[in-house]
């Protein structure tokens, strides 16, 4: 259990790493601490909720924008698409 959470906060770690890289880029400033803050609490003011950071990076690749409103489309397409769902037995 110990061993899973610790990959889990790696993952995010490096999520939130990747994140700040691309908000970069994208934005055309440095994503320091107050910076991604202020983002977090635009987002999820957008969103409801902050999403996981996996979900914020590919809506940050997929609306190829800084904005929290763009990004938080993304977020809400993501919940949107439909899911596969396991075959349902035929009757028989």
């Known amino acids: 259990m110990l061993q899973q959470r610790a990959e889990q906060r ?4 490096e999520d939130i790493a990747e994140m700040r ?3 970069g880029e994208l934005g055309g400033q440095e994503m320091d601490d107050a910076a991604m803050e202020t983002f977090s609490r635009a987002l999820a003011e957008e969103t409801g909720a902050l999403p996981p950071p996996h979900i914020v990076v ?9 904005d929290p409103r763009k990004i938080g489309d993304a977020v809400r397409a993501h919940y949107r698409r439909p899911r596969p769902r396991p075959p349902v037995p035929a009757p028989a």
Request: glycine residues 0%; hydrophobic residues 30%; without cysteine.
């Open 21 to 23: 890289r691309l908000l």
């Open 10 to 13: 790696r993952r995010d770690e």
């Open 58 to 66: 590919e809506a940050i690749k997929q609306s190829q924008s800084a």
